[in-house]
C-alpha cells in the first residue's frame, strides 16, 4: 500500500538517499531542508508518515514532532539522528513525555496556577469522579476535559462533547437523552442522545450554566442513577458514562439567586478545577505566542522569525478580555498580515495597539545634545527633556516612552518655558 512520506533534513546528501530508498519501496515522496518549509508542506497535505531529522537549522526534532502533531494527529512520525546515543534516546524519551502532544502537554504554561491545574487534573483523571471546571471564556476548559478523558481509564471509549448554549432549549432534552420517532414535529426517526453514546466514556458538558430549570431536574436524575427516558418512549435506558461540566459563570452566584439547582450544583461540584484568567498568568505569555506563531504559520505557509520589540510591548500591556482563545487569534492575524519575516505593532489588532499608548518615534542616530561639563543635573534633566519634546512634536506619552520615564515626571521636571510645547 502506497504510502505519502514526508522527508525533512537540511543536508541535502541525506535527504535526497532517504526520498530514494522511500521511493523504490513504491511511496510518494516530498522533501524539505529545514522545519519551516516541512511544516508549511504538512499543513496543506496529508502525510501518513513523517521522517525528521533532529538537529535542523532552524526547529530541532523535538518542535517538529510537537507541532507535527498539532497539525497532522494522525501521522506517524519518526525521528533520526547521526548523533545517537542511549543518554539522548532516554532525554529524548523524558522531553517527549513532556511535550504538547501529550494530553497534558496542550495545555501550555509554567505559571504557578496552571501547574496547579495540571497537578489535579494527574491525580483526578484515573477516577469516575465528576468534574466542574470554572473559568471566563477561552481559558482552555475544553483542554482540560480532553486531558481528563485522555489520562483515564476511558480513553478507548467515546468523549461526546455538548455546548449547551448553543442548543435550544426545546431541543437540548432530546439530544441529551435522545427521542422515539413521532415524538415531536421533525423527528422522523429514531435518535440516540449523547448520554448514550457517551455510555462507557465521558460527557462534557459545556456552558452547563445556561441550562434552564426543567432540564436541570432530569438531568439530576441521571447523574444520580444513570437512568433516563428518551423523549416520548416510555424504556427506562441506563449510561455508565462519566460526566465532566464546564461554565464560565458563578453556579454559587446562580443558586443564591434561584437560577441553578443547588442539589444539581452540588452533585456537579465533586471536583473543581478553577481555570485562571490570562492577565492572572502573563508569565505565560511568551510561551504561548511562541506556540501560536509556530502553529499559525506553519497552517498559512509563512516564515514568520518572531515578534519585534513594539509588538511584544503591545502584547504585554494588553489585558487579555478573550483569554487564550483571544491571543491565538491577534496572532493568527499578526501572521497573516505580516510584510516580512518579523511580526510588528502594526500586524496586531487595534484594541492591542491602543493598550499600548502610542508608539514611540525613535531618535535619530545623528541627533546629539551638547551639555559642557560642569552642568548642573538638574538642568540636564530639563535639556534633554525640552529636546526630547521637541522631537516628539510635544507628545508627552512618546517622549516620556523613549527616555524611559513616566510622563508625570516629565510634567515635574519640565522647565516652566517649556511648558507650552505641546
Avoid at 33 to 57: C, H, I, M, S, W
Avoid at 122 to 127: H, R, T, Y
Avoid at 372 to 396: S, Y
Wanted: aromatic content about 4%.
Amino acid at each position: 500500500m502506497s504510502a505519502r512520506v514526508l522527508v525533512i533534513d537540511d543536508e541535502e546528501a541525506l535527504r535526497v538517499s532517504v526520498a530514494k530508498i522511500v521511493s523504490r519501496l513504491g511511496h510518494s515522496v516530498d522533501t524539505a531542508g529545514n522545519a519551516t518549509e516541512g511544516l508549511a508542506r504538512l499543513a496543506k497535505q496529508p502525510y501518513e508518515l513523517v521522517l525528521t531529522d533532529f538537529r535542523l537549522p532552524d526547529l530541532d526534532g523535538l518542535e517538529v514532532i510537537e507541532r507535527a502533531r498539532q497539525l497532522r494527529p494522525e501521522a506517524e512520525i519518526v525521528l533520526f539522528t547521526g548523533f545517537g546515543s542511549i543518554p539522548l534516546a532516554r532525554r529524548l524519551r523524558q522531553q517527549l513525555d513532556d511535550r504538547p502532544d501529550t494530553p497534558l502537554g496542550r495545555i501550555i504554561g509554567q505559571s504557578e496556577s496552571i501547574r496547579a491545574v495540571l497537578r489535579v487534573v494527574e491525580q483526578v483523571a484515573p477516577s469516575t469522579a465528576t468534574v466542574l471546571i470554572e473559568g471566563p471564556s477561552g481559558t482552555g476548559k475544553e483542554l482540560v476535559a480532553d486531558a481528563l478523558h485522555a489520562l483515564s481509564p476511558r480513553r478507548d471509549r467515546p468523549l461526546v462533547k455538548v455546548n449547551c448554549s448553543a442548543i435550544p432549549e426545546t431541543l437540548l432534552e432530546a439530544e441529551l437523552f435522545g427521542h422515539e420517532k413521532g415524538a415531536f414535529t421533525g423527528a422522523l426517526a429514531r435518535k440516540d442522545g449523547r448520554f448514550a453514546r457517551a455510555d462507557g466514556g465521558t460527557l462534557f458538558l459545556d456552558e452547563i450554566g445556561t441550562l434552564g430549570l426543567p432540564i436541570q431536574a432530569k438531568l439530576l436524575r441521571t447523574l444520580q442513577d444513570g437512568t433516563f427516558e428518551p423523549l416520548g418512549s416510555t424504556r427506562t435506558l441506563q449510561s455508565d458514562c462519566r460526566i465532566i461540566a464546564a461554565t464560565n459563570t458563578d453556579l454559587g452566584q446562580a443558586v443564591k439567586e434561584g437560577l441553578f439547582r443547588e442539589d444539581l450544583y452540588y452533585r456537579l461540584n465533586v471536583i473543581r478545577i478553577a481555570m485562571p484568567p490570562l492577565k492572572e498568568r502573563p508569565d505565560d505569555i511568551p510561551l504561548l505566542l511562541g506556540h501560536f506563531l509556530a502553529h499559525h504559520a506553519a497552517r498559512n505557509s509563512r516564515s514568520i522569525d518572531g515578534f519585534d520589540a513594539g509588538a511584544l510591548n503591545a502584547l504585554r500591556a494588553y489585558d487579555w478580555p478573550g483569554n487564550v482563545r483571544e491571543l491565538s487569534h491577534a496572532v493568527e492575524r499578526a501572521v497573516v498580515l505580516a510584510t516580512g519575516r518579523t511580526i510588528t505593532r502594526e500586524c496586531l489588532p487595534e484594541a492591542i495597539r491602543q493598550a499600548a499608548g502610542p508608539e514611540p518615534v525613535p531618535l535619530p542616530d545623528s541627533q546629539i545634545i551638547a551639555v559642557p561639563v560642569g552642568t548642573p543635573l538638574d538642568d540636564v534633566e530639563k535639556l534633554v527633556i525640552a529636546e526630547t519634546l521637541r522631537h516628539t512634536g510635544g507628545n508627552k506619552a512618546q517622549a516620556a516612552s523613549l527616555l524611559g520615564i513616566s510622563a508625570r515626571t516629565i510634567y515635574r521636571k519640565q522647565a516652566p518655558g517649556d511648558a507650552e510645547i505641546e
